[in-house]
């Protein structure tokens, strides 16, 4: 018997200390039990609340990870993916020379006059945050289990984040290589963009008080100095560096 070859699972992309991971799961096939939707459906509708709430500035669960810069979640189709594809089983439509799948739908299977392909929906999931990967899915499985289960629970092989091992396997099962990960502000953390937001709206602020819009000057501006750095005295040191207001010129 030859030795078993270990899994050489994809590493994560650092620039700075920002991360990132992507993770292609395949979609669980057919309907689910009790209910007349697909897994997909389910997860269309699940994604598709999670959107409403962010666009209407409604606060969702992930909120409660302060390290996550952006986050993508992507329902591929077989009619994606399989464009200029060959497939056995699959019907194909000519437009302009090119083979075009016709559209799955696993509710009702494809009518192929022969035996249907089994061909899954993927799902791709892209999220660039602060730190360490397996310190980021402790805070998901710490924080934010429950959504994160009714999301991956339409995907093969998810069972849940509860059991850390078996959910950090499953991540790592499924990430897929990142060809290229470029950020624009690797040395910067969200906390530390959340300060300089901050920082940015009490100057602008405290620039409106010293220089108002109808032309007039304030009579002290060191005690409207003193209180802007009242207000802002947690960001001193070497700013904008990782610490506060002023930068050494040591």
Request: charged share 30%; with cysteine.
């Amino acid at each position: 018997m030859s030795p078993s070859t270990p899994l050489k699972w994809v590493k994560s992309k650092t620039t700075g200390q920002v991360s990132e991971i992507a993770v292609l799961a395949p979609i669980k096939l057919g309907r689910v039990p009790g209910e007349r939707r697909t897994y997909e459906e389910r997860l269309r509708f699940s994604i598709d609340n999670l959107t409403a709430r962010v666009q209407q500035g409604i606060p969702i669960e992930l909120d409660r990870i302060r390290t996550i810069h952006f986050g993508r979640m992507i329902i591929i189709r077989p009619e994606q993916f399989l464009v200029y594809s060959d497939v056995p089983g699959v019907v194909y439509d000519e437009v302009g020379g090119r083979k075009i799948p016709k559209p799955f739908d696993d509710y009702f299977p494809l009518e192929t006059g022969g035996k249907s392909p089994t061909i899954h929906s993927w799902l791709l999931t892209l999220v660039e945050f602060d730190g360490d990967i397996r310190v980021y899915f402790r805070d998901i499985a710490q924080f934010i289990a429950e959504d994160f289960d009714m999301l991956f629970r339409n995907c093969e092989d998810f069972d849940t984040t509860r059991n850390f091992e078996g959910f950090w396997s499953w991540i790592k099962r499924y990430q897929i290589d990142t060809n290229l990960f470029y950020s624009r502000y690797g040395d910067l953390s969200v906390v530390r963009i959340k300060q300089l937001q901050d920082f940015k709206r009490r100057f602008d602020e405290f620039v409106a008080e010293v220089r108002p819009a109808n032309g007039s000057r304030v009579k002290s501006l060191d005690d409207l100095f003193d209180q802007f750095l009242a207000r802002t005295q947690q960001y001193a040191g070497d700013f904008p560096t990782g610490g506060g207001v002023y930068k050494s010129k040591s």
